[in-house]
């Protein structure tokens, strides 16, 4: 009498080639929605961009001592002349043109307004330390 036993552990070929449709399915399904893309993403990434170039122009005026200008337009910004640095469509801008920092450490002092939807992000730029301060409304 033989016995036999199935105590043999792995996957079989069918198993394997329905997990692999399985997870091709899943990518495709990913690939086809395109990147994740929200308006709140957005106007955090821009208002951190616009808040690390004010901190590096008032960075910049006090080692190089001389004057560093960081100016606004509708549809992005650019610290002092250099390429323009642009936004998403869906993030909009108010507030001043330019700031302007110092080589004492002082600014031209003012703040610009982000908004993407109902969120609201404000950048503000104290006149007498050059200090960058970030306030979201709504």
């Known amino acids: 009498m033989t016995v036999f036993c199935r105590n043999e552990r792995g996957f079989t070929l069918i198993e394997m080639i329905v997990v692999l449709v399985v997870i091709s399915l899943l990518a495709g399904l990913v690939v086809s ?3 994740a893309h929200s308006e709140r993403l957005d106007l955090d990434a821009v208002a951190g961009r616009v808040v690390g170039t004010l901190r590096q122009a008032h960075a910049r005026a006090i ?10 337009a509708p549809g992005g910004y650019r ?6 640095l642009t936004f998403p469509s869906d993030v ?11 080589p004492d450490g002082g600014s031209s002092g003012g703040g ?3 908004r993407a939807g109902q969120r609201r992000v404000t950048i503000s730029v104290d006149w007498l330390t050059g200090r960058v301060g970030v306030a979201e409304a709504g």
């Open 92 to 102: 909009l801008l108010a507030g001043d043109q330019a700031i302007s920092f110092g």
């Open 63 to 72: 080692a190089e001592e001389r004057p560093v200008l960081v100016r606004f």
């Open 79 to 84: 610290l002092d002349g250099g390429v323009i």
């Open 33 to 35: 929605h395109g990147p």
């Open 112 to 114: 610009v307004v982000l």
